[in-house]
């Protein structure tokens, strides 16, 4: 009988907190019942073992009951659970347990109660010990640090961000502190300098109106038109481009320029100015290299030592200051060689190796004599050197 | 014998994908006593703010920072999250449902299987299919608003603001309402994303495929840990990595 009627309440109860109810509920309150325990639930430990089955109920079983406004059923279900339980109790008086008993019972209950809060707290103890034993991971460092122009940096500015936490003073200020974004609401204002999206069409998405989801026991999703955005496709370019059919620009090109100058000797136009475009885009270091051993290769069967000389210092004009490598561009394509431009960048002992560079055309001799002396400018090997004292 | 195995095993492991770490930033692993309780399942989730952190696991959601669990008996949640009130909300059976004192309470019933869930702004969700081509939807609990449906499906998405981030096998987009669809990445033939995670103060993206966890910021991208992965969150301006297959939580700080 006592069962049944244990059974019954429970039933009447379940029918005022049925799952929906619960949902709205906690979303119409701005997410915390005044009833609910917030940032601490009453979770049961997973790494107590075994054991850890009988301390998590213990405390569960003294949750507060539920504060709310009783439903109608749930006020029904009380006065038929009062007047029953008042019938039980009035038809068994004779069955009430030895005061001594009870006395036992509640003693042997706070013991384990006890115990459990003890074993809990070991645990927890033993949690906290093994957080703070959090291990540092060996990891293989990469050291292209110049190269991450966001990955640190920007991780790093957000050290100084306030972080909302939970206040738990109060019931009250927990709930206010709870409902409050997590990230200040300002958030989105970063957003578009940040990711600067690329829009995808013109039309802007409308999200659909806003619709209860279930009403009377029936939930209906919202239909969706799809999104019929293209993506712009990615090119991969795969044949080369001719750069000698690219137009002569109407401003003087140095690397125009020098192709002329070299191309008046030299029959394989094409081959050489791809070489000098090239040349222009690498590294100084890797330029200084090829310009060498290229350099060397032209030597060993051209005429052309001379101005390939110039194409490396022109070239490393370029690379220090454009406007001074189109003054020496043009110089070396006019008439005038005589009047060397005045340069700003260059170091000053590459003045005077231009000018005589060219002028002193009289003796491969002596050309190699200036470059051996300024080889800290050119910083070049004296294989270069000696390839060129043995030419005739 | 059998322990002896698959530690060689592992040591094989991590010796064949060095772990590689972005300069200006540690690596920390949870101790193995703790990770070593968890019960993994591959498409883990993970959910970290002041209400704790918490992973999804094969038969439960476990909080990690204090000893604790949301399900008194075990169930498989395919995906969950944490209202602000610090409740999980997790869907079982392809039910959408609030974990209240150990107890899953079953709520409104998904359009289709395979559903995942995500915190929103001001206590909403977002939920979304990974699995399949679905509409992504926006629930407060009570109203439900349809957002959009990608044609792709959408493996991975976060809120920030009152707009979205989600990821598609053919990049990474940006959503806000009455705004045309914006693509923030394309990824075309790029691993396939496991999870996102935006730092909200600026906005910057954590992209988490299985083996590398990206920074995507002023449309680079970075790695800024290799050789793990996984589910990833930001907080606390740290970026947590549940690696399923490594089994173990890592946390990644800058110096």
Known sequence: MKRFIFCLSLWLASQTLDAESALQQLYDAGGSPPEVPMPQLKTQPYNSGSSSTAPSQTPRSTSPKPSRAPSPAATVGATVFGALLESVLFDAPSNEPDPETLRQQEEQQRQAQEAAKRQEQEAQKQHQNLMHSFKSVPVVTTTTETTTPSSGLSFKTAQTLKETKIDTSSDEAMRESASRPFDGGASHTALPATWKPYPLGKTPVSFSKPSILCQNKTCTWPKVTPLNATLPKATVRHTPINLSQIGIPTAPNPSMLLKTILTSKEQDATQFYVILNRLSYLGKEIGKELVTSIAMKLLESTPVGEKIALMKEVHDLATNDMEDANKVALWLGSTQIDQPPEITSLAEDAKPFLIRGISASESFEKLSELISDTNDVFDMSAKFSDIIKNMP | ?255
């Open chain 2, 1 to 255: 014998m059998k322990y002896l195995i698959i530690s060689i095993l592992f040591s094989l492991l991590s010796y064949a994908s060095p772990i590689e770490l972005a300069p200006k930033l540690t690596l920390n692993s949870m101790p193995k006593a703790l990770v070593d309780k968890i019960d993994w399942c591959q498409n883990t989730q993970l959910h970290v703010d002041a209400n704790g952190l918490w992973i999804l696991s094969q038969t439960n959601l476990l909080r990690l920072d204090k000893p604790g669990k949301a399900l008194m008996a075990p169930l498989h949640a395919t995906s969950f999250s944490l209202t602000k009130s610090g409740h999980p909300i997790a869907i079982i059976d392809d039910r959408l449902g609030l974990i209240r004192h150990g107890i899953f309470l079953p709520g409104p019933k998904l359009p289709d299987t395979g559903y995942s869930l995500v915190q929103g702004q001001n206590d909403t969700l977002y939920v979304y299919n990974p699995q399949k081509i679905a509409p992504i939807y926006r629930f407060d609990g009570q109203t439900i608003r349809s957002i959009a449906q990608p044609n792709q499906p959408v493996l991975a998405l976060s809120a920030l603001g009152d707009g979205i981030v989600f990821a598609t096998k053919e990049g990474i987009f940006a959503l806000q309402e009455n705004k045309p669809l914006a693509l923030v990445m394309p990824l075309s033939e790029f691993e396939p994303i496991t999870s996102l995670a935006v730092n909200p103060q600026t906005a910057e993206i954590f992209v988490g495929t299985p083996h590398t966890v990206y920074s995507l910021n002023a449309n680079v991208m970075v790695p800024l840990v290799s050789g793990i992965g996984g589910a990833i969150a930001f907080y606390d301006n740290r970026l947590w990595i549940a690696d399923a297959s490594l089994r173990q939580v890592y946390i990644v700080t800058p110096q």
